[in-house]
């Protein structure tokens, strides 16, 4: 169930520029603690399984391309920070229907 719970914090994160914003320059350990007071609740783990099948239905499913490091999707982490390539170009690659 706190995989829901990361996916509803990604959708809220792109629905919301102001949220977004806050979060996007924390470190993980800092993420994970105020996103539960503000009754997000998933762990680490939850969103590394999250983000890797996200990940892999970029690539695979939506790119068609190899699972490998040639993907055009690892292109986007450059320059990047996390919290923002993981909203503007995994989940939003992905329908509301497909996220749930």
Not at 15 to 33: C, G, I, N, Q, V
Not at 41 to 60: H, P, S, Y
Not at 83 to 99: F, K, N, S, W
Request: glycine fraction near 8%; hydrophobic fraction near 40%; proline fraction near 2%.
């Amino acid at each position: 169930m706190s995989e829901v719970e990361f996916v509803r914090f990604l959708k809220t994160a792109g629905s919301s520029p102001e949220f977004l914003a806050r979060y996007s320059p924390m470190d993980l350990s800092r993420m994970l603690f105020h996103a539960r007071n503000e009754g997000f609740d998933f762990t680490e783990a939850d969103a590394d399984r999250v983000v890797g099948r996200l990940e892999a239905g970029v690539i695979i499913e939506k790119d068609r391309e190899a699972f490998d490091g040639d993907a055009t999707l690892w292109r986007h982490m450059w320059g990047t920070r996390y919290l923002d390539y993981l909203v503007h170009h995994v989940a939003a690659r992905y329908t509301g229907e497909e996220l749930s």
